[in-house]
C-alpha cells in the first residue's frame, strides 16, 4: 500500500555564525532541512564546535492548532537528557565529600528496602548495573498519566525485587534516577527542583530549563504530536513527567543545552575526578548519565563520544559530544517518531569531515509511491544495465533505517532486501536486513539473514550477538 507523505508545514529558521566556513552551515542545513522536507523532523537544532556556536536552525510548528512556529528559543521535553543533570549534582556532593560512590544507597536513603540497598551501591544506580527493575508495573497500567512524589516513587521500587545481582549486567534504569533523585534530596534537605536550579540552572544561566508541569503555563513550550500512519500530525496523549523526577522529567531549549555543554567542558561544576568519572565507559557502554562511545573523524583520529537520547509521548532529542574535539549536536524535536539517530548520524558525520548526503532519492520515491514498489523499480534499472543510476549501498541502507525509526518494518524489508539483492556479497546488507526481520517478528528469516551475513564475515559481532538473543528467545 502506499503511504502518504506526511505534508512538512511551519516556518524554517537558520541563523549563521561569523567564523566559520559557509559551507559547513550550509551543509548542516541542507541536512536537517531534507528531514523537515521529507515529513521525518520538526523541531529545533544546535551544532557548536570549538565553543562556538555554528549552526541553529527551527523547523516546523511549536503548536500546529494554531499555526506557531518552532524557534530557536522553543522549549521542548527533553526526556532522558535530564538523567545527565542528576548525575552531576551526585558527583557534586561526591566533590564535597557528603556521599561516595561506593557507598551502599541505604547510607543516604533510608526509606529504601535494607535487603537490597545494602546491596547496591550510588555507583550502581549511576551506570545502570543496580539489578533494578527500570520500569514500574504501576506506570504501565495507568498509562503514565499519574502525577507521582518522589517518595511514592521510592515506594514503587521497594515493590520489585532484583532481577539480577548489582554490578553484573547492565539493564536501562529509570527507577535507579528516580532513587538518585531522592538521595539528592535525602542528603541536601532541599527539593530535587531547587537543587538543580541551585547547583546548575542559575550558575550557567539557564533560564529557560526546569522540571516539566503539565498545570502551569509556560511561555514559549512547545506542544507534542504523534505522527499517524497517513501522515498526519495528532497531539500526543498526555504524559505526566512526575514519574521521571530525577530520570528525565525536564524542559529545555538547544541554547540552555549549550550552555550546559559549556558548563561540563570546564570546572564549574565537577572537578576533573568527578568529570572523568561521567564520562567513563562501564558495562553495557554506560557512563553516568550518558551513553559512551568513541568515534573516528574523517582524517582518522579518534575519540571519546558522549551520547544521550531522549524520548517521551510528543517528543524527542538527542545530545552528542564529542569530548576530544569539542563538537556539540543538540536535536530537539516535538514529533515523537523523528529518526533520531539517523538525523543525528548526518549532522555529526558532517562535522567529523565526512561527506553527507541529504536523503536519498530511494528514500523519496519509497514515501511516494511505496516502498515495495520503489525496490521493483531499482531492481528494473538493473536488469535493464542501468547499474550507474543504482543508489549506493549506505544510501539504500540508510533509507531502510530511517523506515525502521518510525516502526514501519515492512518498509524497512523491502528497502534492506533490495539492498541484499544489488550487493549480495555485503554482509553489513544482510546484518541490516536481519534487524529488520526480527524488528517485523520474523525470527526465522532474521536468522537466515544473521547466518549469510556471519558466513561472509565471521567476525561480525553484531550478527553474532543478535543470532544469540534470537536463538534464547525461540528456544524459550
Given at each position: 500500500m502506499t503511504m502518504?507523505?506526511?505534508?512538512?508545514?511551519?516556518?524554517?529558521?537558520?541563523?549563521?555564525?561569523?567564523?566559520?566556513?559557509?559551507?559547513?552551515?550550509?551543509?548542516?542545513?541542507?541536512?536537517?532541512?531534507?528531514?523537515?522536507?521529507?515529513?521525518?523532523?520538526?523541531?529545533?537544532?544546535l551544532v557548536a564546535s570549538g565553543g562556538e556556536v555554528i549552526y541553529r536552525g527551527a523547523f516546523g510548528l511549536a503548536n500546529a492548532e494554531w499555526q506557531v512556529p518552532n524557534t530557536t528559543e522553543t522549549r521542548f521535553a527533553i526526556a532522558s537528557l535530564g538523567k545527565a543533570f542528576t548525575a552531576a549534582m551526585v558527583l557534586q556532593l561526591v566533590d564535597e565529600g557528603r556521599i561516595a560512590l561506593e557507598d551502599p544507597i541505604t547510607a543516604h536513603l533510608p526509606s529504601y528496602r535494607r535487603d537490597l540497598g545494602s546491596r547496591i551501591t550510588i555507583h550502581h544506580l549511576l551506570s545502570h548495573t543496580a539489578g533494578i527493575r527500570g520500569v514500574p508495573q504501576d506506570w504501565i497500567d495507568h498509562d503514565y498519566r499519574k502525577a507521582y512524589t518522589l517518595d511514592q516513587l521510592v515506594a514503587l521500587a521497594n515493590e520489585?525485587?532484583?532481577?539480577?545481582?548489582?554490578?553484573?549486567?547492565?539493564?536501562?534504569?529509570?527507577?535507579?534516577?528516580?532513587l538518585l533523585g531522592a538521595t539528592i534530596e535525602a542528603v541536601t534537605g532541599r527539593a530535587y527542583a531547587d537543587e538543580l536550579r541551585r547547583r546548575i540552572l542559575e550558575p550557567l544561566g539557564m533560564a529557560d530549563t526546569g522540571l516539566v508541569d503539565?498545570?502551569?503555563?509556560?511561555?514559549?513550550?512547545?506542544?507534542?504530536?504523534?505522527?499517524?500512519?497517513?501522515?498526519?500530525?495528532?497531539?500526543?496523549?498526555?504524559?505526566?513527567q512526575s514519574f521521571a523526577v530525577g530520570a528525565g522529567g525536564m524542559y529545555s531549549t538547544i541554547d540552555d543545552l549549550y550552555r550546559w555543554d559549556r558548563g561540563l567542558a570546564g570546572d564549574e561544576l565537577l572537578s576533573p575526578k568527578s568529570r572523568a568519572?561521567?564520562?567513563?565507559?562501564?558495562?553495557?557502554?554506560?557512563?553516568?548519565?550518558?551513553?559512551?562511545?568513541?568515534?573516528?573523524?574523517?582524517?582518522?583520529?579518534q575519540g571519546t563520544m558522549a551520547l544521550g537520547f531522549g524520548g517521551t509521548k510528543g517528543f524527542a532529542s538527542v545530545l552528542a559530544r564529542f569530548l576530544d574535539h569539542d563538537h556539540l549536536v543538540v536535536i530537539l524535536g516535538n514529533v515523537r517518531q523523528i529518526p533520531q539517530s539517523a538525523l543525528g548520524n548526518d549532522l555529526w558525520n558532517s562535522v567529523l569531515g565526512f561527506p553527507v548526503r541529504p536523503l536519498s532519492e530511494?528514500?523519496?520515491?519509497?514515501?511516494?509511491?511505496?516502498?515495495e514498489s520503489a525496490a521493483q523499480a531499482y531492481r528494473a534499472r538493473q536488469n535493464r544495465g542501468g547499474e550507474d543510476e543504482l543508489p549506493k549501498e549506505a544510501?539504500?541502507?540508510?533509507?531502510?533505517?530511517?523506515?525502521?525509526?518510525?516502526?514501519?518494518?515492512?518498509?524497512?524489508?523491502?528497502?534492506?532486501?533490495?539492498?541484499?539483492?544489488?550487493?549480495?556479497?555485503?554482509?553489513?546488507?544482510?546484518?541490516?536486513?536481519?534487524?529488520?526481520?526480527?524488528?517485523?517478528?520474523?525470527?526465522?528469516?532474521?536468522?537466515?539473514?544473521?547466518?549469510?551475513?556471519?558466513?561472509?564475515?565471521?567476525?561480525?559481532?553484531?550478527?553474532?550477538?543478535?543470532?544469540?538473543?534470537?536463538?534464547?528467545?525461540?528456544?524459550?
Open positions: 502518504a507523505r506526511w505534508t512538512a508545514i511551519g516556518s524554517v529558521l537558520l541563523l549563521s555564525m561569523p567564523g566559520h566556513a559557509a559551507g559547513l552551515e550550509d551543509r548542516l542545513d541542507a541536512i536537517v532541512r531534507s528531514y523537515h522536507d521529507a515529513g521525518l523532523f520538526q523541531g529545533a537544532v520489585s525485587e532484583l532481577e539480577f545481582e548489582p554490578g553484573t549486567k547492565y539493564q536501562y534504569c529509570n527507577s535507579c534516577y528516580n503539565h498545570r502551569v503555563v509556560l511561555e514559549q513550550r512547545a506542544s507534542g504530536y504523534d505522527r499517524l500512519a497517513d501522515g498526519t500530525l495528532a497531539n500526543a496523549d498526555l504524559q505526566d568519572a561521567m564520562f567513563t565507559r562501564g558495562l553495557g557502554g554506560s557512563g553516568y548519565g550518558w551513553g559512551i562511545g568513541s568515534y573516528t573523524t574523517h582524517g582518522g583520529e530511494l528514500y523519496d520515491l519509497a514515501m511516494s509511491q511505496g516502498a544510501d539504500i541502507n540508510r533509507a531502510g533505517y530511517l523506515f525502521l525509526s518510525l516502526g514501519r518494518t515492512a518498509d524497512a524489508i523491502a528497502v534492506l532486501a533490495l539492498n541484499v539483492a544489488l550487493h549480495p556479497e555485503s554482509a553489513n546488507a544482510h546484518d541490516s536486513l536481519g534487524e529488520a526481520y526480527a524488528a517485523h517478528g520474523a525470527a526465522t528469516r532474521a536468522i537466515a539473514s544473521y547466518d549469510k551475513a556471519l558466513a561472509l564475515n565471521p567476525e561480525m559481532a553484531s550478527a553474532k550477538a543478535a543470532l544469540t538473543r534470537l536463538r534464547e528467545a525461540t528456544s524459550d
